[in-house]
């Protein structure tokens, strides 16, 4: 009883964390989902603009998603054994550099290449971020709303790739779709890098990988 209520006298502090985090998730996923249909509208300025033939044309489209799927898996493992927020961090680092050579191709082979780390990024994101999502909310109906939100966001971020990149590739050129999925991992890498701050919970645990859970411990 008196544990409950240390827990409680402290939950204003707790509850606000979580929030930020999901946004920074959220964040993250729609990144991951923005970058599959980005660059459709642009293939035409891309064509032209480092010299795709038409199966480098494919493989622009192609090599993100086939990397990302080929190494989900992979990725959900590696957040298991090493930890989420190491995965997570690791994976934005990893799409975030990609995405600014993708930007600054002037070669096919350089583009291709990209979008391939980016893929292997976005595998490493999208497993990791889920789970530490489901860290953050236990089990109950603040679980069902932030996965809805994720759910809304990974739908929201397939069809505004198409929008953003038509509209990117018009005021700023082909390079600017990949610009902008970068500045919106840095953002997210933002949100996760600083330290995790200590749980101001005298009787409870905090999570390390989560930075800002506090659990009560087991009896």
Known sequence: ????????KHSGTINRRPGAALAALAGAQFTVMLATSIVNV???????????????TTWVVNAYGLAFGALLLAGGRAADLLGGRRVLLAGLGFF???????GLASTPDVLIAARVVQGLGAAAVAPAALALLMELFPPGPGRGRALGV????????????????????????WPWIFHAVAGGRCWSWAGWSSPCPRCRCPAASCRGEAGSICRAPRA
């Open 1 to 8: 009883m008196r544990l409950e209520l240390v827990v409680q």
């Open 42 to 56: 642009a293939l035409p300025q891309i064509r032209a603009g480092v010299g795709l033939s038409d199966s480098g």
């Open 96 to 102: 975030g550099a990609a995405s600014l050579a993708a």
């Open 150 to 173: 994720w759910g809304a966001v990974s739908g929201a971020g397939g069809a505004a790739g198409v929008l953003l990149g038509g509209a990117l590739t018009q005021a700023w050129g």
